[in-house]
């Protein structure tokens, strides 16, 4: 395996230090580890989690936050014991209160992601609280980087009335179509919906729009489907764009993501199978498009790049991050 260039020039990242960003599974817990390396790839979440660190401590809820960062900095060793010991205090910090995940089965890495979300934010208003007590602020890294809004409008063409009602949303959920792009695009578009309205209209048109962008979109392609028989996972291909061009229902003007990783599910049912992340190297170049890209397999790291990803990932691909780029950011 070759070595990958760490700081541009000069010293490189060798296979055992490239080892170092495994996570070892603890008994079917890929869900997780694909999910944290996934998470952890995200730089600008990561500093504000380290630069929140002197108001979340003061809280004793939150736990979850020195375990996350305890993940964060375990990636400067092998150390499994340590590695295991934090994973298992992380899972168990998470099972407190959903128990779901307190087993040894196979859990949904969508699922586990959003659960992981809501607590780290749900405490937010507390800790904010307590650091004005001591005069400090206090910003919740979920709320700055992650959560958005999403106004839905309910509009009866025949007296026009409307409805608005605004959504906190944390992952945005969306259908299978050929493309990341148009699956968003099919999620805003205008339906028309059986509803009746005090005018005695029985139908009227409904439509989903942003009204804040996050600093991180995250995308839930749905790839499990109900019926009858059950859930059975949907394995059509979907092209994985590398770049998103998004606006809010204030604005017109575009505003640019670029894909920074990729939790993929590898099997063909949605009750077993393994979970793996792709995702650009942590200490790679804010805005550089051709950064290295590594394959996470739990404990297994090895050296890709993004055009390889972006073509073999496109049956498997689950849960992607997209990352706001700044003007001058440039990925070709």
Known sequence: ?????????GRTLTPDELACYGLPNLSQTCYMNSVLQSLLTLVPFVKELNKQSQQWLLHPKALLFKLLSDISNGFSTKNRMQKKSTLFTFLHTIALHHPEFGNDAQQDAHEFLNTVLEQLSSISA???SL????????????EAHISFQMLSTMLCHSCGHKRENMEEILILSVALEDTI??????HLKEQLLDYKCDCGASQTTAKRSFFTLPNVLIVHLLRIQWSYFGAQK?????????ELLLSTNQSSEKTKYTLKSI???????????HYICDGVFQNASQGDGNACWVTYDDDVVTETNVNHVCQQRQ??????????MEEDENPD
């Open 181 to 186: 792009m148009q699956s968003i695009q099919l």
């Open 1 to 9: 395996m070759k070595a990958l260039n760490r700081f541009g020039s």
């Open 315 to 324: 049956k498997t691909a689950y849960l992607l991050y997209y990352e706001k």
């Open 126 to 128: 507390e800790i904010r």
């Open 131 to 142: 650091a004005n007590e001591r005069h400090q602020s206090y910003t919740c890294p979920v």
């Open 263 to 273: 939790v993929n599910h590898l099997g063909s049912c949605t009750t077993s199978g």
């Open 234 to 242: 949907i394995h059509r291909a979907t092209c994985l764009s590398r």
